[in-house]
């Protein structure tokens, strides 16, 4: 047996014991990395938190824009924008509630008018149809105003319907039509022009049939009541108006403008006026009862903003400045 050197034989691969690398094998690296320095997380300060808070509450001002905020604003707030904040949330409140009732009012009135007419005035409608063979495409029915808005919904839902492929496309149904129609037309059909006796094709006012079909359960006693539901609906579609277009309009609300809005429905459709009444009045009065200021200390607390001196006097202010809710 020849000389053997100290070398641990595995597998038939040599390893030298001399702590070097195989023939070929490249040598490791050295190991030049540093210690790395363990990093504490910063500590915002109380003055950095508020000032962040601030940059954020400035940019939810500046979102809403200072133009509109600035009408929520009163001088008891002293130049601070979260009592404004919280009024422009709360008007929101308020009208995120109003919204089943005022949609109630407008179908309720829309779908019940054109049933009584279409049902009431047979011989008038039977004449002069048009394509879609119901009395808002009768000629001489309406003034000129409103037949202006039947065309105009007719071309829209037209062009409407051309941008779509033609797989897709429908004709155009009364219901389409009296969908398309706004509360403005509708509530106009309410007025005087349609009580004309001197257009007595498109009076159906002065029909009694009419009359007593239109709103039975309308408690005005005896006379001529059409002036005064044209004048409540009105009041309905502004009121709806200010709302759906996002103004302001807490500073003039009370429960009374609710209850007319039932009443108006309960003319129409007693059982819907009944439930909606039954679900949503309780909500209103204590949204109204409670005011924006249940929506203040927590907006102040989510901008970590205290103002407990001012936030006194706020709320000292909140029978004075809250709308009335009345039982």
């Not at 496309?169 to 004309?196: C, E, I, Q």
């Not at 079909?213 to 006379?223: E, I, K, N, S, V």
Request: proline share 5%; with cysteine.
């Amino acid at each position: 047996m020849g000389s053997h050197n100290h070398s641990n034989d595995l597998g038939g691969f040599t390893q030298p014991d001399d702590g070097q690398p195989p023939n070929g094998a490249p040598e490791a690296p050295a190991d030049t990395t540093q210690p790395v320095e363990a990093t504490l997380p910063t500590v915002s300060t109380d003055a950095e938190r508020r000032q962040s808070a601030l940059s954020d509450l400035n940019l939810i001002v500046s979102a809403i824009s200072e133009n509109r905020l600035r009408r929520y604003r009163m001088r008891v707030d002293k130049g601070a924008w979260e009592p404004a904040l919280a009024r422009y949330l709360w008007n929101i409140e308020i009208a995120r509630a109003m919204i089943p009732v005022l949609h109630a009012a407008e179908v309720s009135l829309r779908n019940h008018i054109f049933d009584t007419v279409g049902a009431v005035l047979t011989a008038e409608v039977s004449t002069g149809r048009n394509a879609l063979g119901c009395w808002l495409d009768c000629a001489g029915l309406l003034t000129e105003k409103e037949e202006d808005k039947v065309n105009q919904a007719k071309a829209d839902y037209l062009r409407e319907q051309l941008r779509k492929s033609k797989q897709f496309r429908k004709p155009m149904t009364a219901g389409h039509l009296v969908a398309a129609l706004h509360f403005g037309f509708w509530s106009r059909l309410l007025d005087g022009d349609y009580a004309n006796w001197r257009e007595p094709r498109r009076a159906f006012w002065n029909n009694e049939a009419f009359k007593a079909a239109a709103f039975p359960q309308y408690l005005g006693g005896a006379g001529n009541h059409r002036d005064a539901i044209h004048e409540r609906f009105v009041s309905i579609k502004e009121l709806r108006n200010r709302v759906f277009h996002h103004e302001r309009f807490y500073h003039s609300f009370s429960i009374a403008d609710y209850d007319q809005i039932i009443e108006a429905i309960r003319w129409i459709h007693p059982s819907v006026a009944t439930a909606l009444e039954k679900a949503d009045r309780p909500r209103l009065i204590s949204l109204l009862e409670n005011g924006y200021q249940a929506l203040l200390p927590r907006l102040l607390s989510h901008f970590d903003i205290h103002r407990p001196s001012e936030l006194d006097t706020i709320n000292s202010k909140k029978t004075t400045e809250a709308p009335q809710a009345a039982n």
